[in-house]
């Protein structure tokens, strides 16, 4: 498995922007998908952004036009860029590396590497 850090939660209020960061080491991050998952309180953990290897993004409906998901292959780090945030959005967000390389994939159970999770918590 590989090793991920995520950094940059914290609290905001509604409309707000944050960033979140992802290091990942024990991998060869450039030939992974990536991908930010998230879990409200009371709820089950979701998708909420992904980025194959090969740059091509894809996001849940609800953060569509507001959050954008990127990669910096040379730094082995991915990043969620989250715009015009709700008190909805509010959660402990992970990264997420799936065991097998080079596929496309949003579902859970195909990622095997976690982080450690950071809250974010937006005001209204």
């Known amino acids: 498995q590989a090793r991920l850090v995520e950094s940059g939660g914290g609290l905001v209020q509604a409309g707000s922007s944050l960033r979140l960061s992802c290091v990942v080491s024990g991998r060869t991050f450039s030939d992974y998908t990536m991908a930010w998952f998230r879990q409200a309180p009371g709820k089950e953990r979701e998708f909420v952004a992904g980025i194959s290897w090969i740059d091509s993004a894809h996001y849940t409906d609800s953060v569509k036009g507001r959050f954008t998901i990127s990669r910096d292959n040379a730094k082995n780090t991915m990043y969620l860029q989250m715009n015009s945030l709700k008190p909805e959005d509010t959660g402990v967000y992970y990264c997420?590396?799936?065991?097998?390389?080079?596929?496309?994939?949003?579902?859970?159970?195909?990622?095997?590497?976690w982080g450690q999770g950071t809250q974010v918590t937006v005001s209204s």
């Open positions: 997420a590396a799936p065991r097998t390389p080079r596929i496309a994939t949003v579902q859970e159970t195909d990622f095997d590497s």
